[in-house]
């Protein structure tokens, strides 16, 4: 089974709400990341988590705070954010980073109102 | 950085067409992968291809690593195919670095 899963699927929040993105994946993948996608652009990378520790933190701003509870589990934590901060949040995890093919959750889709 | 350069950036086919997608890249590579970005916004994982050829069904690629540049061959067409197709390579870092997509438009 190669599914890494994203919840919720839709999210609309206010610029002073605070909410959480969830990604969770059982195929024992030590490597797990977020990915941004604004309209009509590729993805780009927002974190890297590797072994459950915060790798690669590539200047995001901080009202996005990621966490890893376990290796299975990633969390996006949203809070005070800006319309421009709508887009497709992808959650991707590979076997360990650099070398190893990485799967893609559906992703959630966020509008910031 | 590496950089990633996928063409054309607009396809448009009959059903039942071929098609070939190239991706070029700047710098040897660990990890290339090909997927298809699907209109909900799905990436689905076509390729996992460092080197040499692959294929799986209607689709093959195949990647030439000491010329940096990688190919996407789709045959018979379907409209189902339709979709962005991305290329992406890994970075120094573990993350993946995208090209920016052949959008693909298969009419019936």
Redesign the interface.
């Given at each position: 089974d190669t599914e890494v899963t994203q919840t919720p699927k839709h999210l609309v929040m206010g610029m002073t709400n605070k909410k959480s993105l969830k990604c969770e994946q059982h195929m024992g993948h030590r490597a797990m990341y977020w990915y941004k996608q604004k309209a009509k652009k590729p993805p780009e990378l927002m974190f890297v988590y590797s072994y459950e520790k915060l790798s690669i933190n590539e200047s995001v701003p901080s009202r996005f705070s990621p966490e890893c509870p376990n290796s299975s589990l990633l969390n996006l934590h949203l809070h005070a954010l800006q319309p421009e901060d709508s887009a497709l949040y992808l959650c991707a995890s590979s076997q360990v980073i650099l070398t190893h093919e990485q799967y893609f959750g559906p992703g959630t889709r966020l509008t910031v109102t | 950085g590496i950089q990633v350069e996928q063409s054309p950036p607009d396809l448009i086919l009959q059903e039942g067409a071929n098609s070939t997608l190239r991706c070029n890249f700047s710098d040897s590579v660990?990890?290339l992968?090909w997927?298809h970005q699907n209109p909900?916004?799905?990436?689905i994982?076509l390729f996992?291809i460092p080197s040499g050829t692959k294929q799986n069904g209607r689709l093959s690629a195949t990647t030439v690593a000491t010329e940096r540049y990688s190919l996407l061959y789709i045959s018979s067409s379907q409209t189902t195919d339709s979709g962005v197709y991305?290329c992406?390579v890994?970075g120094s870092?573990?993350?993946?670095i995208?090209?920016?997509?052949t959008k693909l438009s298969v009419k019936p």
């Open positions: - | 660990n990890n992968q997927f909900w916004g799905q990436l994982n996992y991305f992406a890994v870092q573990g993350n993946l995208f090209g920016k997509g």
